[in-house]
């Protein structure tokens, strides 16, 4: 059966790793989903807005070959209604949610996938400020 993916994240200052997880994410089924977080969301988070707009964030997501479906996550409390909307089979996060979303396990499957190594926004963040 042609299985439905969803995933979630911010994917600021796209990288190796994002690219890696929505590849195994789709390798997982046929068609992927993905809900971006939204600025308002982020803000509401860490204090601080994205480096890149959702808008733009958006827009690479979508224009990923791997990518199906795009859509803006408002809240991380609205997990289960995504699940539902978008009729998805499999939950895929990273492993750095590990567990946090196993109550989903009784809607679809929930699967994490090992983060890649050694990247991460923050520090591309970081080592973007030493550069003189
Ligand atoms: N990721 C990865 N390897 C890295 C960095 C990130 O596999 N080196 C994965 C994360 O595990 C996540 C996805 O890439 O599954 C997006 O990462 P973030 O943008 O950091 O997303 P996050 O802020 O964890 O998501 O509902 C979740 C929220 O949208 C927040």
Redesign the pocket.
Known sequence: MAKRVI??????VF????I???ERAKALGSYLIV???SDT??YS?KSRYPIYSQSERIHIISSLRCVDEVFI?NS?EL?ESYIKEYNADIL??????KGKFDTFGNICQVIY?????????TEIIEIARTIK
């Open positions: 995933t979630f994240g911010t994917f600021d990288h190796i790793g994002h890696k997880i929505l809900g971006v977080s969301l982020n988070k996550e991380l997990k895929v996060m990273g492993d750095d949610w996938l090992p983060r890649t190594p050694s990247i991460s926004t």
